[in-house]
């Protein structure tokens, strides 16, 4: 069994048309947003997109990954292929290639990208690029690091043999997070991962305006080295976490007695602004969504980005273009709804027809449509450079992205199903 060469078809790790769909749109959006943001910037304004971008994608980094990883559907078949611990780690390390080329691809477009040439000061834009590349492989590795090997610390605070402070909070002064026990690890790691980027990045950053190359590069080099060394002193017992972890995470997410029983789901009631004929089915897919993607903290942080942005007196192209990447990015979020692990092929063709499912999925990614406005509305309420028709034409342009990214991924769905039961 451990010398099969390669995972039967079934069980390999499939992304499936809409997940291939839905990563190339977010992939050309973020590309088109750097193309334009760079465009005209000189070396100083680079670096600092650059770092800009650095730490928003650490930020996503660390709130996706566990969300990728866990729970692995091929675990249960791994278990019989007994794999070695090392095979078990580069199976595991392989979607981290994708996450990768989400942040590389237009990480390269913001240090080179120019329509009159931009062949000027090649070596320092190299080195500002090779900088932000070191620290967010080093910061995918880091988390990939904690999020892969959780398992035995999450046990342990679920069995209560770690986290008693936490307990004693929790019991005595009522404040904690309304999470089973057993996921309060992976919100610290949350925290954790992104703390370490920040300190990270704002090392090279002194560095790199005080013209000190080793401070530069050495936060960078120190981070990815120590993220690899992590990865491998767990290379040869990789197979205890890999299996200890996504079995609890696959207990919390699929409802077994770690169930998530003390979060409150969406209240049907508050969506009184669905229309009734799939007002069921909208709740039913946030309650899916909001157990696989806490997307709040990514909206939260994307909006934080922004008022930074303008904090800093932006050009309006930049501020363009980084708005079309986050609405980009949080409806292309939706595709989750159609994976397997969230509504197998059967739910998704016979409960409703598609033109409902694109309704449905329209009004579940307009659930943000007012924070997103509310965001908009605080950048003009103190930025004169934008007024409220400013506002009401991105909060328009957000109802254009939730229709677009509901029916994208409705047809992208039907058009599979189609082909595999023609």
């Given at each position: 069994?451990?010398?099969a060469?390669?995972?039967?078809?079934?069980?390999?790790?499939?992304t499936g048309?809409t997940?291939?769909?839905a990563?190339?749109?977010?992939?050309?959006v973020l590309?088109y947003?750097?193309a334009?943001l760079?465009d005209?910037l000189?070396?100083?304004?680079?670096?600092?997109a650059?770092r800009?971008w650095?730490?928003?994608?650490?930020?996503?980094?660390a709130?996706?990954?566990p969300n990728v990883?866990?729970p692995?559907?091929?675990?249960?078949m791994l278990?019989?292929l007994?794999?070695?611990?090392?095979r078990?780690l580069?199976?595991?390390l392989?979607?981290?290639?994708?996450l990768?080329?989400?942040?590389?691809g237009?990480?390269?477009?913001?240090?080179?990208?120019?329509?009159?040439?931009g062949g000027q000061?090649?070596g320092?834009?190299t080195?500002?690029?090779g900088q932000?590349?070191?620290?967010l492989?080093?910061?995918l590795l880091?988390?990939f690091d904690?999020y892969?090997t959780i398992g035995?610390?999450?046990?342990?605070w679920h069995?209560?043999?770690?986290g008693?402070?936490?307990g004693q909070?929790?019991?005595?002064?009522?404040?904690g997070?309304?999470?089973p026990?057993?996921?309060?690890?992976?919100?610290?790691a949350?925290?954790?991962?992104f703390?370490?980027?920040v300190?990270?990045?704002?090392?090279?950053?002194i560095?790199?305006r005080?013209g000190l190359?080793l401070l530069a590069?050495?936060?960078g080099?120190l981070?990815?080295?120590?993220?690899?060394a992590l990865?491998?002193?767990?290379?040869?017992?990789f197979?205890?976490?890999?299996?200890?972890t996504?079995?609890?995470y696959?207990e919390?997410l699929?409802?077994?007695?770690?169930a998530?029983?003390?979060?409150?789901?969406?209240p049907?009631?508050a969506?009184?602004?669905?229309?009734?004929?799939w007002?069921p089915?909208?709740w039913?897919?946030?309650r899916?969504?909001d157990?696989r993607?806490p997307?709040g903290r990514l909206?939260?942080l994307?909006?934080l980005a922004?008022w930074?942005?303008?904090?800093?007196?932006?050009a309006?192209?930049a501020v363009t273009?980084?708005?079309?990447?986050l609405?980009?990015?949080?409806n292309a979020a939706?595709?989750?709804?159609v994976?397997?692990?969230?509504?197998?092929?059967?739910f998704?063709?016979?409960?409703q027809?598609p033109?409902?499912?694109?309704g449905?999925r329209?009004f579940?990614?307009?659930r943000?449509?007012?924070?997103h406005?509310?965001?908009l509305a605080?950048?003009?309420?103190?930025d004169a450079?934008?007024?409220?028709?400013?506002?009401?034409?991105w909060?328009?342009?957000a109802?254009?992205f939730?229709?677009?990214?509901?029916?994208?991924?409705t047809?992208?769905?039907?058009?599979?199903?189609?082909?595999?039961f023609s």
């Open positions: 069994m451990q010398d060469p390669h995972l039967p078809p079934p069980f390999r790790r499939r048309t997940g291939r769909l990563y190339g749109l977010l992939l050309a590309g947003a750097a334009l760079a005209g000189d070396v100083p304004s680079r670096a600092a650059l800009l650095t730490l928003i994608m650490s930020g996503a980094i709130v996706t990954i990883l866990l692995d559907p091929n675990a249960p278990q019989v007994n794999w070695p611990p090392f078990l580069r199976y595991q392989r979607p981290m290639r994708a990768w080329g989400l942040f590389a237009p990480a390269a477009l913001l240090a080179y990208f120019a329509t009159d040439g000061q090649f320092t834009k080195a500002l690029l932000s590349l070191l620290v492989t080093g910061v880091y988390s904690h892969a035995r610390r999450s046990q342990a069995e209560g043999r770690a008693q402070w936490y909070m929790v019991e005595e002064a009522g404040q997070v309304s999470v026990r057993g996921l309060v690890p992976a919100l610290f949350t925290a954790r991962c703390l370490v980027a300190i990270v990045l704002v090392a090279s950053a560095g790199t005080a190359p590069w050495g936060p080099v981070l990815l080295a120590a993220s690899s990865l491998w002193r767990h290379r040869g017992t197979d205890q976490h890999f299996y200890q996504n079995a609890l696959t919390v699929g409802g077994g007695s770690v998530a029983a003390a979060r409150d789901p969406v049907f009631d969506l009184y602004w669905v229309p009734r004929r007002r089915a909208v039913a897919s946030l899916q969504f157990r993607l997307l909206v939260a994307g909006h922004l930074v942005l303008c904090a800093q007196g932006a309006p192209d273009a980084y708005l079309l990447t609405f980009a990015a949080q939706c595709g989750l709804l994976t397997a692990a969230a509504a197998p092929p059967s998704q063709l016979s409960l027809s033109l409902d499912w694109a449905t329209t579940v990614n307009l943000w449509l007012v924070p406005a509310g965001s605080l950048v003009a309420l103190f450079t934008y007024g409220w028709t400013w506002v009401l034409t909060s328009g342009i109802v254009l939730a229709a677009t990214a509901g029916i994208v991924v047809l992208a769905t039907e058009v599979q199903a189609r082909r595999r």
